[in-house]
């Protein structure tokens, strides 16, 4: 019911009932609620959280006046898909928004954003200045009151007593501080601590010291940021709640499930008027509660009063409405831009369980932005002439189906504990509760990219709808499909060629899978893959043209390949992804269409021919 019916319906009272009725005042004594993001930078580039490599003096004193939660994670390691969960406070896989700048459209109607509702709630709603929801069918500024670059502290737009909710966000620790020369520099180079997976190189050094400054420069936002809330007498009305965006930059963390790409800061501070919203007895404390970046818009909500959608998918976990603290955090990979990737981490408060569903593709490819940080190509030339060791090499090699790790005794995720028998009963009550929550999300991402995205177009529906039709996406019998393909058991031969003849293309996609991860011993299925060369699916046709690669079917699977590079598909970032992933067996195909086509020398297919020295001209 709106305020002016409200109004009227006080003011009818009042003539008939006469004194001493009056009209509620909207209730004023509702926090304020300040959110200053930063972006790109985990615990190891604060300073209250143990950092070395720079100070935070200005966040390092918030959580002195406030509460530093020591357990909180992102649920996607890189921007537009955080914002995507953020704004609607659903999980992206659930709502088909999790590939880098997809716009993806979602049913509007149906999902709220989070600044709708506190709008709704009598709320003033700014934002200064970050959005990148990565969804289609709305713009990005539709649900604020003010959201203006000329306006960085959008509560003094407000009406007089209104109570505010304002994020303000700062871009000074963003990924491009990283990029480019690294000049008059405030940290020493030389003092900076590597995290274990990168070799310690003169570039990387001084990439990091490059970031440490960006870093100091975000803490000097904060400060600033702080310093008017304070300059305009409202510091002790406005609970102030500051994390990171996700993890970052140097390479590694950005993008990437490990800890140094969801592991982030949290601090809250909650004046005195409020102290029965404290998570903890006292300001100064940490708080161990588990937080995924999904629980903070339904906590807003919350804190604000306001309606809270059932669309939500987090946990409140702050103020009266508090509710039970969830015993697990899930987190979710797939396309980086140009990049294709698909993988899932679930862990508690120590252990990291991961599945890695593009195993053949190597954590560490080459993309376009990241290597604008000198840090990325220093490493990948260092690891391109043989002077890497086990852990520093890793990041660019072939994956391992699963990995497992203790990210107290591991931090850096370098010691896969998979295979260690201590840890069997743990890993499989985290697959357990991995495959739970991606039945309970309807995860989309179990069919490739482009087949999700045709599928939904071709019955008019979202990918959210259409994640909900169990016609149209039987995701048991998908999690079933990529578990038996990831196994690499030569036992499943059988079951992987039956699964080529399956109607529903995503199954004979992850069969194919199964039969390129088996390598050589996918022989005896070389007729069954050739058949699977005429498939309707473009995203089968050309994993079964690698494998038949791999078992020594030469000729014929670069045939197949060279007739979907030269024809084009609708699916040529997959395929040039795939390229690159066959390092030495594509290069002939690769180097033979570049010369072809000059003007390709820039797109990935051009980092392999740099890679390999080609020649590329006629």
């Not at 697959?431 to 482009?450: K, N, T």
Request: proline fraction near 6%; glycine fraction near 6%; aromatic fraction near 10%.
């Amino acid at each position: 019911m709106t305020d002016t019916r409200h109004l009227l319906i006080w003011t009818l009272l009042a003539v008939l009932l006469g004194p001493p009725v009056a009209a509620p005042a909207i209730a004023d004594d509702r926090p304020n609620i300040l959110w200053l993001t930063s972006e790109d930078n985990s615990i190891s580039w604060v300073s209250c959280y143990g950092a070395t490599n720079c100070r935070t003096p200005a966040i390092d004193q918030l959580a002195t006046e406030g509460f530093r939660y020591t357990h909180c994670f992102d649920n996607a390691a890189v921007c537009a898909p955080t914002r995507s969960t953020w704004i609607t406070g659903m999980y992206a896989i659930s709502n088909g928004t999790q590939p880098m700048r997809s716009r993806n459209q979602i049913p509007h109607e149906k999902i709220p954003y989070y600044p709708d509702l506190l709008r709704k709630a009598g709320y003033h709603t700014s934002n200064s200045i970050k959005t990148d929801y990565n969804i289609g069918g709305r713009p990005d500024n539709d649900c604020w009151d003010v959201m203006d670059r000329t306006i960085r502290f959008g509560w003094r737009a407000r009406q007089p007593g209104q109570p505010f909710f304002a994020v303000v966000n700062t871009g000074s620790s963003h990924e491009s501080s990283a990029h480019g020369e690294a000049k008059n520099l405030s940290n020493d180079p030389a003092k900076m601590q590597l995290a274990s997976y990168h070799p310690d190189l003169p570039a990387i050094r001084r990439s990091y010291a490059q970031y440490a400054d960006a870093v100091e420069r975000m803490d000097n936002d904060v400060r600033a940021t702080l310093e008017a809330l304070k300059a305009d007498g409202l510091y002790d009305d406005t609970i102030v709640i500051y994390n990171s965006d996700h993890g970052g930059v140097m390479p590694r963390s950005k993008r990437f499930l490990y800890s140094s790409g969801v592991h982030c800061p949290l601090v809250v501070r909650i004046p005195e008027k409020y102290k029965h919203l404290w998570p903890a007895e006292k300001p100064g404390t940490t708080v161990d509660r588990l937080v995924s970046f999904v629980d903070m818009p339904k906590t807003w909500l919350s804190l604000a009063g306001a309606q809270i959608p059932d669309t939500m998918q987090g946990m409140i976990f702050l103020g009266k409405g508090i509710e039970p603290e969830p015993q697990y955090h899930l987190s979710f990979r797939e396309r980086a831009d140009e990049r294709c990737d698909s993988v899932r981490m679930i862990r508690d408060k120590r252990y990291a369980y991961y599945k890695n569903y593009l195993p053949y593709a190597p954590a560490g490819q080459y993309l376009a932005y990241l290597w604008k940080i000198p840090a990325a190509p220093a490493w990948e030339q260092h690891h391109r002439k043989g002077k890497t060791d086990a852990v520093t090499g890793r990041f660019f090699e072939p994956r391992v189906s699963e990995e497992f790790y203790d990210t107290v005794a591991d931090f850096d995720n370098v010691h896969n504990l998979i295979d260690a028998p201590e840890h069997q009963a743990k890993i499989a009550e985290l697959r357990q509760a991995m495959r739970r929550m991606q039945l309970e999300l309807y995860d989309s991402g179990l069919i490739p990219e482009s087949m999700r995205v045709r599928r939904a177009a071709e019955h008019g529906l979202t990918i959210y709808e259409m994640v909900r039709d169990p016609q149209l996406h039987p995701l048991e019998s998908y999690l079933d499909a990529a578990d038996l393909a990831l196994a690499r058991d030569p036992k499943n031969l059988a079951a992987l060629v039956e699964g080529l003849a399956d109607s529903d293309a995503c199954l004979r996609y992850w069969s194919v899978v199964g039969l390129l991860l088996l390598d050589k011993n996918a022989a005896p299925a070389a007729e069954s893959l050739k058949s699977a060369l005429d498939d309707q699916a473009d995203e089968v046709k050309m994993l079964a043209a690698w494998a038949l690669v791999k078992i020594g079917h030469r000729e014929q699977g670069l045939a197949a390949l060279r007739d979907m590079l030269f024809r084009g598909t609708p699916n040529d970032r997959e395929l040039h992804n795939l390229l690159d992933w066959m390092d030495d067996d594509a290069v002939p195909l690769v180097r033979e269409y570049l010369r072809a086509h000059p003007d390709k020398a820039k797109d990935i297919l051009g980092k392999i021919a740099q890679d390999y020295g080609m020649q590329i001209q006629p």
